[in-house]
């Protein structure tokens, strides 16, 4: 059983920059793929970001490509989201999800389904 915990968030203008993080407990870190979603008010949770195990492979959502950056640290059990050149349309809670059962970074990993854990969420506010 794999604990997540999001830290991070907060309100920051338009244009600005926040870096999440997502500590990993009760589990060996490096086995799960890592990935971030968002939810706004009002609508589903989204995919934004993930990474394979070892970190050698990203992928993106087309809607935050060449402004969040997701990196991971194994041996600190811990990954993280840089977001810059923020909009206020990433306002939305932020969450971490762990994969264990994909063997890349594959197509799926944007799909809620795939994550065995997930985290409680961190609030991300965006003012104009």
């Given at each position: ?39 706004a ?31 991971r ?11 810059d ?14 994969d ?29």
């Amino acid at each position: 059983q794999v604990q997540l915990v999001e830290s991070g968030g907060g309100l920051v203008q338009a244009g600005g920059s926040l870096r999440l993080s997502c500590a990993a407990s009760g589990g060996t870190f490096r086995i799960y793929n890592m990935g971030w979603f968002r939810q706004a008010p009002g609508k589903e949770r989204e995919f934004v970001a993930a990474i394979s195990r070892n970190g050698d492979s990203t992928r993106y959502a087309d809607s935050v490509k060449g402004r969040f950056t997701i990196s991971r640290d194994n041996a600190k059990n811990t990954v993280y989201l840089q977001m810059d050149s923020l909009e206020q349309d990433d306002t939305a809670v932020y969450y971490c999800g762990a994969d264990y059962h994909l063997s890349e970074l594959e197509p799926r990993i944007t799909a809620q389904y795939v994550y065995d854990y997930w985290g409680q969420g961190t609030q991300v506010t965006v003012s104009s």
